[in-house]
């Protein structure tokens, strides 16, 4: 299982809620997570199938944005 990290602006848990439907409907995403806590609020994706740029495209989508750590 590949691990990706990113750095967001996800920032509270609304924020993640309004995301959780663009990356759970990525086929081949195994589990995500967002630590609000951590002042890069920090995106950890688990996925052998997706690209870094196909997990920021669907958080893009819902109006967030992503830097690959």
């Known amino acids: 299982m590949k691990v990706l990290t990113f750095t967001s602006n996800i920032a509270c848990n609304g924020c993640v809620s309004k995301v959780k439907p663009f990356l759970d409907e990525l086929e081949g995403l195994a589990k995500w997570q967002v630590d609000i806590e951590h002042p890069q609020k920090i995106l950890t994706v688990e996925s052998d199938e997706l690209s870094a740029e196909q997990i920021q495209e ?4 819902a109006g967030y944005r992503l830097e690959e750590q």
């Open 58 to 61: 669907a958080v893009a989508k």
